[in-house]
Nanobody
Framework: QVQLVESGGGSVQPGGSLTLSCAAS???????????FAWFRQSPGEEREGIAA??????????IYADSVKGRFTISRDDAKNTVYLQMNSLKPEDTAMYYC??????????????????WGQGTQVTVSS
C-alpha cells in the first residue's frame, strides 16, 4: 500500500494560486507508475468531493476534473519523483477546504468515489479569503 503525504496548502486571496504536492512512498516504481491518483476536498459539514484524477492509459496520461474546478485546476504527475501535483489557479472562497490525495492500483471509471481508493494522505488545508 502506498503512503501519501500532502503539502503546499496555505492561505491565499481570491484570484490567487497554490500548488499542492502529494509525495508517494512505500511501493515499487512499477506500482507507482501503474497507480491512479486523485485529489479530494472536504469543507466543514460537507461530504468529501473528488475534484481531479490522473491515471495511466495505453501510451498516454489520462486526467479528469470535476466541473467545479475544470479550467482552473491542473493535476499532473512526476513519476521520477513519485509525486502528484495539483496546480490551483483563480482560487475562490468556495475552494476553501481540506485537500486530500488518494491512490489506487490501476484505473477506475468511478474516479470521484472515495471507496475506489485504498491509500489516503493526512490532508492539507487551503483557505481562500480576503
Amino acid at each position: 500500500q502506498v503512503q501519501l503525504v500532502e503539502s503546499g496548502g496555505g492561505s491565499v486571496q481570491p484570484g490567487g494560486s497554490l500548488t499542492l504536492s502529494c509525495a508517494a512512498s512505500g511501493a515499487s516504481g512499477y506500482t507507482y507508475r501503474s497507480s491512479s491518483f486523485a485529489w479530494f476536498r472536504q469543507s466543514p459539514g460537507e461530504e468529501r468531493e473528488g475534484i481531479a484524477a490522473i491515471g495511466v492509459g495505453i501510451g498516454t496520461i489520462v486526467t479528469i476534473y470535476a466541473d467545479s474546478v475544470k479550467g482552473r485546476f491542473t493535476i499532473s504527475r512526476d513519476d521520477a519523483k513519485n509525486t502528484v501535483y495539483l496546480q490551483m489557479n483563480s482560487l475562490k472562497p468556495e475552494d476553501t477546504a481540506m485537500y486530500y490525495c488518494a491512490a489506487r492500483t490501476g484505473g477506475t471509471v468511478r474516479w470521484n468515489l472515495e471507496r475506489e481508493y485504498n491509500s489516503w494522505g493526512q490532508g492539507t488545508q487551503v483557505t481562500v479569503s480576503s
